[in-house]
């Protein structure tokens, strides 16, 4: 299927987008707020979702996807952050006969959650960072801290925005930690799943940009350091990052193409 008129979500702002394609004329576009009025811009469709909460506006996915069907577009983009990040926004959104711009639900459902993207990773060898579960069990939190060192981080499995993220140095800290991160963890993100990880001191925080296709192709456009954050937010970005040297700039894009290849659904042909 090859999607001429694309709906494009995101908060307060009208988006158009015209595809590259020469009987693509109407580009359209939702306007995601709650405003109550409807707004018309040169060259696409404006559509109010109404509410007056977010809940009842652009996170509302029923009104979305009718949206859709009123401004007769054949595909979504889900624009970033809210309903970017949930499966279950991609898999109604296939379920309603559109075109989904971007990850597979099973792709999101993976990387989405830090468990589960780290057992991707270390199945494509790509190397993680030590870690263990967090359970009820204060002895075993304790032992499985120990094993791996501390200073560690306690960290939400969903979620991310350095929300549900603490560093522990002490046993004592861990003991009040792992409270705290699963009740911010559940409040932010409504999975109160927690695990420990090895923390580094003084990291530098390296990301990858990875496109993959409908057909099993990958490509890595290159990096962006991360590194000036202020609460595991990050402030600025930069590319390419100042610290890599060389060797490690041709690493990167094969161990992140290789973490892509393993997670399920990236690989999935669409129609």
């Known amino acids: 299927m ?5 709906l494009i979500e995101r908060e307060g702002h009208v988006l158009t987008i015209t595809l590259n394609r020469p009987e693509a004329k109407n580009a359209l576009a939702a306007w995601l707020s709650w405003c109550s009025t409807c707004s018309r811009s040169s060259n696409g469709d404006a559509v109010a979702l109404g509410g007056r909460t977010s809940a009842e506006s652009y996170l509302d996915i029923d009104k979305i996807l009718d949206a859709a069907r009123e401004t007769g577009a054949d595909a979504v983009h889900p624009g970033y952050g809210f309903l970017a990040e949930r499966a279950g926004f991609a898999r109604s959104v ?22 589960r993207a780290r057992q991707a990773a270390e199945k494509a060898g790509v190397p993680v960072l030590p870690s263990a579960p967090v359970s009820t069990d204060e002895g075993a939190n304790r032992a499985a801290a120990e094993t ?5 981080l306690v960290k939400a499995a969903a979620g991310g925005g350095g929300k549900g993220m603490r560093r522990v140095r002490t046993d004592a800290d861990l003991v009040s930690a792992w409270p705290l991160v699963r009740g911010e963890a ?8 927690v695990y420990v ?17 409908a057909h099993g192709r990958i490509v890595c456009l290159g990096e962006r350091e991360c590194s000036v954050q202020r609460r595991h937010q990050k402030l600025l970005e930069e590319t390419p990052s100042p610290a890599l040297d060389d ?7 094969r161990a992140n193409s290789a973490s892509s290849r393993a997670t399920p659904g990236v690989a999935r042909t669409r129609a």
């Open 247 to 253: 060797r490690q700039r041709a690493a990167n894009p």
């Open 148 to 152: 791996l060192g501390f200073p560690v």
């Open 186 to 193: 559940h409040a932010a993100f409504g999975d109160d799943r």
């Open 197 to 213: 990880e090895r923390a580094i001191e003084e990291p530098r925080h390296i990301e990858a940009q990875i496109v993959a296709d």
């Open 94 to 115: 296939e379920e309603a006969g559109l075109t989904f711009v971007g990850p597979t639900p099973e792709a999101i459902d993976a990387m989405g959650d830090k468990i």
């Open 2 to 6: 090859n999607p001429e008129h694309c």
